[in-house]
């Protein structure tokens, strides 16, 4: 009988069902409607107002701002999406909704370590604006790093004050992580990474099993033994 329907619909079928039931069971309970890969277009139809916005757009641009005009993916693709499941649950639940990020994800990021600089802090200040409560970020790694991810102490920055400076805020950590003698060095090297990461994350279209960033030019032997070709 759902055949027809697309997978946002049958998410929302399937969580309102969910919802109707834990209603009488625990009136002060919520679930989360997780948008997400082929669930994350609007549903036709109302969601439960025991249900919450989870939005997790992770095939969106992380090289642009969300509200970035000069990104096509996040303007046309991803952007409208949001702004239409944000004004559903504006009407439901808006002091619940969540909104989920990738910055740190090094499935995405092809365990590399993109500073985000622009992209984090402009986020974060979008969101605030919105009055979004909840601003999350997922973190994946699959080795050690060799140096600390400057993301992560900026994402933690930038969700307690989104006026964050980031270039201040990054040259801060280099001096108190590196030392005064290496700060200088340090905090250009991590630019750099950002500016090369940054050129990875253009690509478009981007290609990928989950439509992930451009893929690295890993040498053969070691393609075959990181990813499913």
Known sequence: KCRALSPADQNLIAMNAVAEVLAPVNPQASLALLTYHDTGKPPNGAPATNLFLFHAPRERCYRHAFTDPACRRNREEYGPDWQDLHALFSKTAPRTIHEFGYYTDGLLDREMQPPQ???????????????????????????????????????????????????????????????????????????????????????????GPYIDMTWPPLEPAMRKAKIAD
């Open 117 to 207: 600089l622009e992209t984090i802090p402009a986020d974060a200040r979008y969101f605030r604006s919105l009055g979004v409560p909840v601003h999350q970020n997922l973190m994946v790694c699959f080795r050690d790093w060799r140096s600390p991810p400057f993301s992560l102490v900026l994402f933690a920055q930038s969700a307690w004050d989104a006026d964050v400076n980031a270039d201040a805020a990054l040259e801060n950590f280099c001096r108190q992580y590196y030392g005064a003698a290496s700060a200088g060095t340090m905090t250009d090297y991590y630019r750099k990474v950002d500016e090369a990461c940054a050129r990875l994350f253009s690509g478009d279209p981007i290609t």
